[in-house]
């Protein structure tokens, strides 16, 4: 039996990434698997798959916390540790990071987002691909640093745009090259750089 590096996977929604990966960690010859799934809205329909997934999961609800995005962050800091995760993977975790959080995990902290980074960072990345005419688009896996949406990049996947492309179909193109590129990089990132 291989090694299999243990993540966390933070979640504030659907979770389609978070099954991505999991289905991915499924896989015997796979170096990670899931340790914990979190998730700062108790309602997220990706706790859902996460236990039927068999895995542990946790709910800390940001909202009890007000203003304090700290002392949230803590509380989730303490989840991650507890869990015994290695490295924390940001998949629809729509929460904008203190500090805290980022040094904490400072270059072991993986986001994916809808576009590709530099370009359209921030939310309605679709929308704002569509009104820019760009000819291309996708998603990017990056190391979280204090900038948001702005670390390091550790991969892309490319779609077209086609003419007359809605926002939500862009998205549904977009969503299924996430699916396959999340787990690609977070193996190569495993393999290649934090195995080092
Ligand atoms: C994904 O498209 C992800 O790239 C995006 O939210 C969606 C979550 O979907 N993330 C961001 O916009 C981060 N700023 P999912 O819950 O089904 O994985």
Redesign the pocket.
């Known amino acids: 039996m291989m090694q299999k590096t243990p993540i966390a996977v933070l979640?504030?929604?659907?979770?389609?990434?978070?099954?991505?990966l999991i289905e991915a960690c499924e896989r015997p010859d796979y170096p990670a698997r899931i340790a914990l799934v979190l998730s700062n809205r108790p309602d997220a329909a990706?706790l859902e798959i996460a236990r039927a997934a068999g895995l542990q999961t946790i709910a800390i609800d940001h909202k009890p916390f007000g203003k304090d995005r700290e002392a949230h962050e803590r509380k989730v800091d303490a989840a991650i540790r507890a869990s015994g995760a290695e490295i924390v993977c940001?998949?629809?975790?729509?929460r904008v990071l203190t500090p805290f959080l980022v040094n904490a995990w400072n270059g072991r902290m993986l986001?994916?987002?809808?576009s590709l980074l530099p370009a359209f960072p921030?939310?309605h990345?679709h929308e704002a691909a569509l009104a820019a005419g760009a000819k291309e688009h996708g998603?990017t896996v990056h190391l979280v640093t204090a900038g948001?949406?702005e670390g390091p990049i550790l991969g892309q996947a490319r779609v077209p745009v086609h003419a007359g492309d809605t926002p939500d179909g862009l998205?549904v193109r977009?969503?299924e090259q996430?699916h396959v590129l999340y787990p690609a990089v977070l193996l190569d990132f495993i393999i290649n750089r934090y195995a080092e």
């Open positions: 979640i504030s929604g659907r979770g389609s990434n978070m099954r991505a990706g940001l998949a629809g975790y729509m986001n994916i987002h809808p921030g939310l990345t998603c948001v949406d998205a977009v969503l996430e």
